[in-house]
């Protein structure tokens, strides 16, 4: 298994602010995942981030609004961009094991 | 493409009774299947997976999956609900391996244990 932690827990930010969540693992991974939790929803995901190439996005999800940045095999940000209330949501970063996911805490991010 | 949908946005059993959470997937491809449980404020937690051979699955804290691809469904059971087991429930698949690529959610299910 892995231990993932992220950071911030949580935040409230003011709308057209930007917010960088990083993602730190305890071993070294190929594969990292950004996933959404909108207020009562279930998970989406946002884009897959491999190390040493650009993060792949799922249809709805956009570089420009989420850019992702992977510098290692044991790290990765994700930035929230132009944030409006419609982005309020849980973050979660996962990372691939063998035939399964490790999801991290969280981010709980609240936009005002 | 894959998804899931899952029965019942909220479930409400008696403390003691049998759980069932149903869980029906759409795969192009034999798929990976998983149960994750997600208790308030916390992070997701696996309960048990489907990959390859037997098609009864046990998982953690007494629970258990049954897949069953004429019926593409993968039902998750507990013979005896415990208060402790109140959270919300996601079904998942993937059609690469879980760690592979990106798992596709359920809405999930909300466990209710009434004492």
């Known amino acids: 298994s892995a231990v993932i932690s992220q950071k911030p827990s949580r935040d409230i930010c003011q709308r057209g602010t930007s917010l960088t969540i990083q993602c730190q693992v305890d071993?070294?991974?190929?594969?990292m995942f950004w996933y959404r939790q909108q207020p009562g929803q279930s998970l989406t995901l946002i884009a897959t981030?491999?190390?040493?190439?650009?993060?792949?996005?799922e249809s709805g999800f956009v570089i420009d609004k989420f850019p992702i940045s992977r510098p290692n095999l044991t790290f990765s940000t994700l930035t929230v961009s132009n944030m409006s209330p419609e982005d309020s949501s849980i973050y979660l970063c996962?990372?691939?094991?063998?035939?399964?996911?490790?999801f991290g805490p969280g981010t709980r991010l609240t936009v005002t | 493409a894959q998804s899931v949908t899952q029965l019942g946005s909220h479930v409400s059993v008696s403390e003691g009774a049998l759980v069932l959470l149903r869980c029906n997937y759409s795969?192009?491809?034999?798929?990976?299947l998983f149960w994750y449980v997600q208790y308030p404020n916390q992070g997701l937690q696996l309960l048990l997976k489907y990959t390859t051979g037997a098609t009864l699955v046990k998982g953690i804290n007494g629970f258990e999956a049954e897949f069953k691809k004429s019926e593409t469904s993968f039902h998750l059971t507990k013979p005896s609900a415990h208060m402790s087991d109140a959270a919300e429930y996601f079904c998942a698949v993937s059609e690469a391996g879980g760690g592979a690529d990106g798992l596709t959610f359920g809405k999930g299910t909300h466990l209710i244990i009434q004492p």
């Open positions: 795969s192009s491809v034999p798929p990976y």
């Open positions: 996962s990372v691939g094991g063998m035939d399964e996911q490790y």
């Open positions: 981030a491999n190390q040493g190439s650009e993060a792949t996005y």
């Open positions: 071993s070294q991974v190929t594969m």
